[in-house]
C-alpha cells in the first residue's frame, strides 16, 4: 500500500491549494479516504473524509465552505481543493486510508498513511 501525497507550497492569505494523493497497492474504491493536518507544535488534526463513490463528504468545521475533498477512483487519486487559505492552514497535510466502523475524526480509523506535504499560508 502506497499513499503519495502532493500539491502542498507557499501561498498568501487567500489564495488556493489543491492537494492530491495517488493511491497504489489495494483496490482504491472499496475504500473511504481522508485528510488530517499537523500544525507545528500541535497534534494531527482531521480535515475531511469521502467515501467510497464520492457521495459522502464530512469536514472539520474550519474548513467547511472553503475546502472541498473528491475522490477520482478511475486514477486512484483522492483531491482537497482548499480555497480561501488562512495562516492558520499551515501544516503539513496527510492523505490516508480509512478502515472500520470507527469515527472519521479519529485517526486510529486510519490504517495507512501518505509522506504529508507542506501547506504554508502567509499573512
Known amino acids: 500500500v502506497q499513499l503519495q501525497a502532493s500539491g502542498g507550497g507557499l501561498v498568501q492569505a487567500g489564495g488556493s491549494l489543491r492537494l492530491s494523493c495517488v493511491a497504489s497497492g489495494f483496490p482504491f474504491s472499496m475504500y473511504r479516504m481522508g485528510w488530517f493536518r499537523q500544525a507545528p507544535g500541535k497534534e494531527r488534526e482531521f480535515v475531511s473524509t469521502i467515501n467510497w463513490s464520492g457521495s459522502s463528504t464530512y469536514y472539520t468545521d474550519s474548513v467547511k465552505g472553503r475546502f472541498t475533498i473528491s475522490r477520482d477512483n478511475a486514477k486512484n487519486t483522492v483531491s482537497l481543493q482548499m480555497n480561501s487559505l488562512k495562516p492558520e492552514d499551515t501544516a503539513v497535510y496527510y492523505c490516508?486510508?480509512?478502515?472500520?466502523?470507527?469515527?472519521?475524526?479519529?485517526?486510529?480509523?486510519?490504517?495507512?498513511w501518505g509522506q504529508g506535504t507542506q501547506v504554508t499560508v502567509s499573512s
Open positions: 490516508a486510508r480509512r478502515v472500520g466502523s470507527g469515527s472519521h475524526y479519529y485517526d486510529g480509523s486510519y490504517d495507512y
